[in-house]
């Protein structure tokens, strides 16, 4: 009966006792899923178009941001530093295209799948013989992203907001806004479209598989920027990113791995999720369990939506 | 091809052969093979890299300022294991066949892994104030080191420290000590003794494992930590983690000066962050250059290119770290060329060589490092020497040191010691009781 009480009823005792650190938790959530949606949407725009499951989004993030911090302590300026690291993104995209996807081309998924296995190793040995092993700290200030916390009290206790916690989930709405705007009002956002629909159908209409291609590499390029600019604000610029990366895909499952919007509501639920757990459940079982009560929420949504929240509904037929 | 012609190829095929297998064996006997276990490589790659650069370059400064140690120059090799335990047993079977005269596996995974196959392979392992904290019993583990200081003890002399910050070691009665540390061998390794001691001096500990995925997403851990409000809080960290930790725990306003590690730390860690100011650690030695030995490594190694290290960070913390870790490789080969009278010596010798390090003010001075750490002894009895340390705080720009040597608690870590290399030599079936010999000292 005592576990029971444990597992079912004291955490939300908790939660009645302590309504201010319940909002912390749910607002520290919250901003950890926007950043988890943001690492999924690499993922799922480059799924949509090329059907290609790129592992390499993660060391895409990191170096990214070790590409920007790099180049300011070469002694570039801020912005010049990121004009530049977002022309390194796109050299990149064009070079991943012509190197790895154009020579693959109507190979199985699961060959392309591997290729991004080794776009990973290579960027991480670039990244280390260009820029060295060492954690850097991201340039928070010369970026002009504010410092600092708004306290607010409420509940009869107080809720800490860290402003580049608020600064990171604006960007990421602006971003997601922007790309939702390109996604359904440009002509490349279309021909997008269209070739994530069918890649034979999009090039029977004239439509360019290799450009389109390198632009939806680049886009992820530049979401990669984005995020590891507000995570290596969060802590440092380091290869451990990398990993944390991976929390994206217990966010695809959920949200499936061809929707934008479910990247989005996908990671809302594993942040906030895997917050709650850790704060009010770990104590129970030792804590720590952060790392795997994510995969625990998607396989338990999975059972009842196996193609994700969002996620289109495959039927093959036998 | 004439017959003549086929002989006198094959002849030049046997002498090239002959000559590329002689040569290896040459090396060998013209250098002493010391393999180091490092990683430069991810995401503990900022504590790994001074330290791999401090052990580099003392080791490259013996043999460009004396020629190496007792006139054979060392072979320095470093295998990069990124702080993985399976890559750090694959650096182990890559250098094996190559006859180190010990392997400092800079991880306590590693490490643990290194011990059941060092009296085996006949190769010392040097865990240096990491690694299994039982096997400071030189009786039960004749082949592991792991000086000047185990985690226990590291522990014993940071609940000293707290005890004397409240008042006295009863004072610590009542009070919430929180722990906050990495979720693999190295952070769970003090927390039986840690359990042991909230037990007898009556605090509540309350443990905030760090999972290794989540060493920069550490927000769930000090939201606990806010919800709990401990007394004081203790860390055990690596890489990563002790960055975030630092932004974490000034993110809910935790008091700074009540935050204490374990001596793994670096000024990368604390730099920067603004608010970290008052922060605490374990230390035993010198940061810093204003020693004959660091100024013989920037104008002899540093300045010749020798080296990986920026000349900036020279000096720093965790280089200096690995400038004792190389100390003490150094000391083993000296005193096992001094004890045996050979000039190449082997992993048996630096075993025994390790057995009678004795570091005194005198040694330090005439190694060019005069009051760079306490003395140290190690015995046959003794792999460890449980040597005191001090508390540094961060003043905003550099270490301080704020307190006198706090020597450890014998009375509450030996016990536990003897118990635990009991324990591992009745789990592992079949442990060697120690069949080599002892060295009169």
Known sequence: MDILFKVLIDPFLQMGAMPDLFVQTIWDGFVTGVLYALIALGFVLIFKASGVFNFAQGIMVVFAALTLVGLYEMGLPAPLAVLVTLGVMFVLAVAIERVVLRPLVNQPDIILFMATFGITYFLIGLGELIFGGNPKQMITDQLYLPRGAIEVKMLGGFVQFQKIDIAAAVIAVVMIVALAVFFQKTRIGRALRAVADSHKAALSVGISLNQIWVIVWFTAGIVALVTGIMWGARSDVSFGLQVIALKALPVLILGGFTSVPGAIVGGLIIGIGEKLGEFYWGPLVGGGIESWLAYCIALGFLLFRPQGLFGDKIIERI | ?441
């Open chain 2, 1 to 441: 091809m004439s017959k003549r012609l086929k002989v006198s190829g094959l002849a030049a095929g046997v002498l090239a052969s002959s000559l590329m297998m002689a040569a290896p064996q040459a090396v060998a006997q013209e250098s002493i093979y010391v393999p180091l276990f490092t990683y430069r490589t991810g995401p503990f790659a900022g504590s790994g890299i001074p330290i791999a650069d401090g052990m580099h370059d003392y080791l490259q400064m013996l043999n460009e300022r004396d020629g190496g140690i007792g006139g054979v120059k060392i072979a320095i090799d470093e295998c990069e294991t990124g702080y993985d335990t399976k890559k750090g047993l694959e650096c182990y079977d890559a250098v094996k066949p190559k006859k180190p005269v010990m392997v400092n596996p800079w991880s306590t995974g590693i490490s643990l892994s290194l011990i059941p196959k060092a009296s085996v392979d006949k190769i010392p392992v040097l865990s240096m104030a990491y690694g299994l904290s039982a096997s400071a019993r030189g009786d039960v583990f004749p082949w592991v080191f792991n000086p000047p200081a185990t985690y226990w003890d590291g522990l014993a002399m940071i609940i000293r420290y707290l005890g004397t910050e409240s008042g006295g070691l009863d004072k610590l009665k009542g009070k919430k000590i929180g722990y906050i540390y990495f979720d693999g061998g190295f952070g769970k390794e003090p927390i039986p003794l840690f359990e042991q001691m909230a037990k007898d001096m009556g605090f509540e500990l309350k443990l905030y494992p760090v999972p290794p995925g989540e060493m920069q997403n550490q927000s769930s851990q000090w939201l606990s930590v806010r919800r709990d409000r401990p007394d004081f809080m203790v860390m055990y960290g690596w890489g990563a983690m002790n960055p975030t930790a630092v932004k974490e725990a000034v993110k809910i306003n935790y008091p700074m000066d009540k935050f204490v590690s374990i001596w793994w730390p670096g000024e990368n860690d604390v730099n920067g962050t603004e608010g970290a100011k008052g922060f605490k650690m374990l230390n035993w030695h010198g940061i810093g250059t204003d020693y004959p030995a660091l100024k013989d490594i920037q104008k002899l190694v540093v300045d010749k290119g020798l080296s990986k290290s920026p000349k900036e960070k020279v000096g720093e913390l965790l280089y200096n770290r690995g400038v004792y870790n190389a100390i003490l490789i150094a000391e083993g080969i000296a005193q096992a060329q001094k004890i045996t009278g050979k000039k190449v010596v082997d992993g048996s010798d630096v075993r025994r060589g390790l057995e009678n390090i004795n570091l005194d003010e005198a040694r330090f001075k005439a190694i060019g490092l005069p009051a760079f750490a306490g003395n140290l002894q190690l015995t046959c009895q003794d792999h460890n020497g449980h040597r005191a340390a001090f508390i540094q705080q961060w003043d905003g720009a550099k270490w301080v040191k704020i307190t006198d040597f706090i020597q450890p608690m014998p009375e509450k870590v030996k016990p536990a010691l003897d118990e635990a290399a009991k324990e591992y030599s009745e789990k592992n079936a079949g442990w060697p009781k120690r069949s080599e010999a002892c060295d009169k000292s």
